[in-house]
């Protein structure tokens, strides 16, 4: 009769790498570890065994001996993800290079919410937290108590002692402004989002300093403020159209106010691009890939963003902290909704 267990797979200890290599236990964790005191040929001999063995280091182990968990919290205000998720996959991508996990929480643009995920994160003993907010507008700290290092992602913090990671909105309708220009665009109108968020003065910003660099004023003066939203950019469309019907571009805030305005203009015969170019801003690719024709729009960076906030927290853990605000570029994606203006058909000369 076969004895139950007798097949099980055995595991490989430290002890069995130890005896390999020929060395004492607290050496061989020592050359695991990359500790200065080992020499070189002992840690070439102590990693060979440990792959000889296929020896994988007990996590739990080693966290417990570093008094840290492995673990950081990402505590989120972003309900449908949009932000939030590019975010995170940054942020993971960061921590799993260094062996590390994140905890995702949803605060729901609640700060009692928010508050009560901070210590539950807090008793899971994560090493760090990761805050992002629902909007780009500064946002108020957590508190400068926390035991743990903490670092903002798209919504900074309004104390200049913390660490913020932040996209570059400015610069952002910088980049597009110039874009359309160098399509040959002179008439450029632009159509923003809620003026209550700051994002949406600094993307007119941006784009005032191309267009006054370039000699050329903003189309009717001014921008035109709404909303976020589809219906908004039908409606300003038609305000533009109405009040500018020589309009060559429309620079939106968002891929969902071009979407609106694609709308309009399409309804008022107007092709895109051929007679009117049509930006819009996020690289929200469920909207700016399925619209007709495909957006050209402004990508945040969200990764990056995420990734360069890990990296930072990570700094902070290991007891290198930073403090103040770090902007991450925005990238300029061109795609069929805007081009250069088609050449001029010679008029046929009169017998």
Known sequence: MQEIGSNA????TLSDVAKLAGVSI??????LNGRAQVKAETRERVVSAAEQLNFS???LAQHLLSGRSGTVGLVTHDLDGRFSIP???GAEDAAGTGNMSVFLCDARGDSLREQFHVQALLGRRVDGLIVVGARPDPRPPLGRTLPIPVVYAYAPSTDPRDMSIVSDNVGGGRLVAEHLLACGRTRIAVVMGDPGYGAAHDRVAGAVQALDAAGIGMLGGQALYGSWSEEWGRTAAGIVLAQHPDVDAVLCGSDQIARGVLDTLREAGRRVPDDIAVSGYDNWELL????RPQLTSVDMELETLGRRAAARLFEAIDGSPVSGTETIPA?????GSTGPRPAAQPTAAHP
């Open 9 to 12: 797979r055995k595991v490989t």
């Open 26 to 31: 607290a050496t061989a964790s020592k050359a």
């Open 57 to 59: 280091p007990n996590v």
């Open 87 to 89: 975010t995170l996959m």
């Open 288 to 291: 700016a890939l399925n619209a």
């Open 331 to 335: 990238r300029l994606v061109p795609r």
